[in-house]
């Protein structure tokens, strides 16, 4: 049986609905699934089925409303919060994502012993979605080596606000600098992503 050009591009949209469902990041998941959305929308237009055009218009739209606020006003949704140890809740959540901190910062849990050490939470709302620590140099200089957020907001956003062009860190701390180290191939990817780049040492700082 012969698909027709309209049934092709049907097939396609459901693809791409289908495929948004898949993304542990918020923001990706309703980029994607504003594009499926919006293509099943037009579909719906052309084989002039009016629910399936009303609905999808609608997902659309509601995407576009919620990326708007994720994208646009992160600073009324994020925020960082310092914790002080010993805390339940830090060992809580390090214990819990154990494996992911394991592979992304495989040399943090043999410092966290470390006397002038400090720890922020970075959070959307009340929930905490992210734990940074560092210590303090000499040169007034706060060093980050353990950046981490859990998987549904790992597309950068609350780092370009925390550490990037935010600034959030240096904001609220009054530190004279922020830099990083990076422990993995990953963390230096996300550290170039968010406008770091490395000088002969291989210490990270922002540079836009």
């Not at 052309?46 to 399936?52: L, Q």
């Amino acid at each position: 049986m012969e698909l027709s050009a309209v049934e092709i591009f049907g097939y396609v949209a459901s693809a791409i609905i289908a495929y948004s469902l898949t993304q542990s990041s918020i923001i990706k998941l309703r980029w994607i699934n504003l594009v499926g959305a919006s293509s099943f929308c037009v579909y719906g237009i052309i084989i002039e089925a009016p629910p399936v055009a009303m609905l999808n218009g609608f997902i659309a739209v509601t995407n576009v409303v919620y990326l708007r606020k994720m994208l646009l006003q992160a600073k009324s949704h994020f925020s960082v919060l310092e914790v002080s140890l010993p805390s339940n809740y830090v060992r809580f959540f390090l214990d819990y994502h154990k494996k992911e901190v394991d592979r992304l910062f495989p040399r943090f849990f043999k410092k966290m012993s470390q006397l002038n050490r400090r720890y922020y939470f970075m959070m959307e709302n009340t929930e905490v979605i992210g734990l940074i620590s560092g210590y303090q140099l000499d040169d007034g200089c706060f060093m980050v080596d353990f950046d981490f957020v859990i998987p549904a907001y790992r597309d950068c956003h609350v780092g370009h606000f925390v550490l990037g062009e935010g600034q959030e860190l240096k904001n609220i701390t009054k530190f004279a600098c922020i830099c990083a180290k990076a422990d993995s191939i990953e963390h230096e990817n996300y550290l170039s992503q968010i406008g770091f780049t490395p000088n002969k040492s291989g210490i990270w700082s922002y540079s836009k």
